[in-house]
């Protein structure tokens, strides 16, 4: 195939606006790829190098741009071995010899092959990636269901390998692609759950009731003595968290992967603020240990447990980490989940997680099988301020600034912003209403006196550094104005402070 097959299409993908079109186009070029060249197509209109960063810099590319070739003669496999030849190149006089080898690739090509070349080559081609579209294009291209493609990409981490797979050894070959320890997996999600008796209703008897901790998601994967800690977007933290690898490499088994929360306790086993566990994801020079709480195993000893039933991924869990299992309840009746519940809440915890016992693990989505329960936190604020909306409410004041009040008298504290929850109606009238409040105004905003009070619903608060009172709202949202309610009677910072 001619590497201008590939500018052709990329041309093409990029000038229609219809996503099916998009898929045809990219399909079509798997389908007439021949084996070898199956893999790097996918690679490069995905955004990448098989070969991974090469270590060209501008001034290498610049210096060794030549003529451009009068015609289009540069094949797939010609680009593939010359890149893989470029990754290559170490050592001494590393820097001429890769300019030279550069120079002969870019002087095979025609100048709109340079530019694909280059932009390749510097890693800009990420930026209008096709990676979105390229498991449907696998899918459209090898006549298999796209989300068994989504998933072997998913448990592989590689795309251009799911392709050739696919499309020379068709769907038993991908069906048997899975888990490899040492290579991260999307986490699964939970949704929110109404309460806990609804989620108890929904999901029936059969469910794990666990605290859910208000930390850090963690991956722990190990193989042997080798230990990777990735966090919940898959960055590896392994340096940062010793105390973890070691913990890990202490646990009785060889290989596993653990899905869990990590964070700081106090002495007496409390959570400390949440952003003191994060602090300790940059670097490994905090004096704070993190504490890991594993609630999944996705794979033990030889085993991959992904498509097993929950019940079964916690029997290798318990097997293996001991104390480590997050403070779990199976199959409780509604006073004891309820209990379980309000344990949670008294230890500092953020709510509860019911699952279902017969769901498997669904990496990186966002299922129904897991139901987070936290309980309702509401506070009585101040409207300090209003800002005037964009885009669909343009003209009407939207994100509001909110205050607690202060026991001493003060004026209200700024603890957040929200313009959630404002429904049409709720936007006309604060708008209409908010001006007979105003004290001044500047472009954006306008300023009230403390006079309306609102009730806004929240997930907790947050120790915050921007706001005075040390204090922000986390994911506020607005359930009415309370015109019963004077700025008098609203709640006090302390009151937003006790929610931490
Ligand atoms: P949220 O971030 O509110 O969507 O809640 C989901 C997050 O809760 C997960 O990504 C985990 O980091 C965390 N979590 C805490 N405890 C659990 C648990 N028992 N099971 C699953 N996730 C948990």
């Avoid at 810099?57 to 010609?78: C, Q």
């Avoid at 993190?290 to 019940?311: N, Q, R, Y």
Wanted: charged share 25%.
């Amino acid at each position: 195939m001619l590497f201008t097959r590939v500018i052709e299409a990329s041309r093409q993908i990029a000038s229609t606006r219809a996503r099916t079109a998009k898929i045809d186009t990219f399909a079509e070029l798997i389908r007439s790829a021949q084996g070898p060249e199956i893999e790097p197509v996918v690679a490069w209109l995905a955004g990448e190098l098989r070969q991974g960063r090469l270590g060209v810099g501008w001034k290498t590319l610049v210096a060794s741009r030549p003529e451009p070739a009068p015609e289009a003669a540069l094949t797939v496999a010609d680009v593939e071995a010359a890149l893989t030849e470029l990754a290559g190149i170490s050592g001494t006089g590393s820097t001429a010899r890769r300019a030279a080898a550069l120079s002969e690739l870019l002087g095979a090509a025609t100048a709109e092959e340079q530019d694909l070349l280059v932009r390749m080559l510097t890693g800009e081609l990420r930026q209008g990636s096709l990676e979105g579209l390229a498991a449907d294009a696998i899918a459209r291209a090898a006549d298999l269901p796209a989300p068994t493609i989504r998933r072997a990409a998913m448990l592989s981490g590689d795309l251009p390998a799911v392709a050739r797979i696919a499309i020379t050894d068709g769907a038993a070959a991908v069906a048997q692609i899975g888990l490899t320890v040492g290579r991260p997996v999307r986490p699964m999600l939970a949704s929110p759950g109404e309460s806990l008796s609804a989620a108890l209703a929904a999901l029936g008897p059969q469910v794990s009731v666990e605290y859910k901790l208000d930390g850090a998601r963690i991956q722990v994967h190990r193989d042997g003595r080798e230990v990777l800690v990735v966090t919940r977007t898959l960055r590896d933290i392994t340096a940062s968290v010793p105390e973890l690898v070691e913990l890990v490499l202490a646990l009785p088994c060889r290989s596993i992967i653990l899905d869990g929360e990590t964070l700081a306790l106090n002495d007496s086993g409390r959570p400390r603020p949440f952003q003191e566990t994060m602090s300790r994801f940059g670097s490994a020079s905090g004096e704070l240990l993190l504490t890991p709480f594993f609630f999944d195993c996705l794979h033990l000893d030889g085993m991959d447990l992904l498509d097993e039933p929950l019940s079964r991924r916690l029997q290798a869990l318990e097997s293996v980490v001991g104390d480590h299992r997050i403070p779990a309840l199976m199959c409780p009746d509604t006073v004891a989940a309820q209990a379980h519940f309000d344990a949670a809440i008294a230890d500092g915890h953020e709510g509860v997680m019911v699952k279902a016992l017969d769901s498997t693990y669904a990496a990186g989505r966002r299922g129904k099988s897991w139901l987070k329960i936290k309980p309702e936190h509401t506070l009585d604020l101040v409207v300090i301020a209003a800002e005037w909306g964009y885009g669909r409410r343009t003209g009407w004041l939207s994100n509001l600034h909110l205050g607690a009040r202060d026991p001493d008298g003060g004026a209200p504290i700024m603890v957040g912003k929200t313009f959630k929850g404002l429904t049409d109606e709720l936007l006309r009238w604060q708008t209409e209403e908010f001006v007979r409040h105003e004290s001044h105004r500047d472009a954006h905003t306008v300023y009230l006196r403390p006079e309306i009070v609102v009730e806004i619903e929240l997930d907790g608060v947050q120790t915050s550094t921007r706001y005075p009172g040390g204090v922000a709202l986390r994911f506020a949202r607005v359930v009415r104005y309370r015109p019963d309610k004077t700025a008098a009677q609203a709640d006090t910072i302390d009151a937003v402070r006790s929610l931490r």
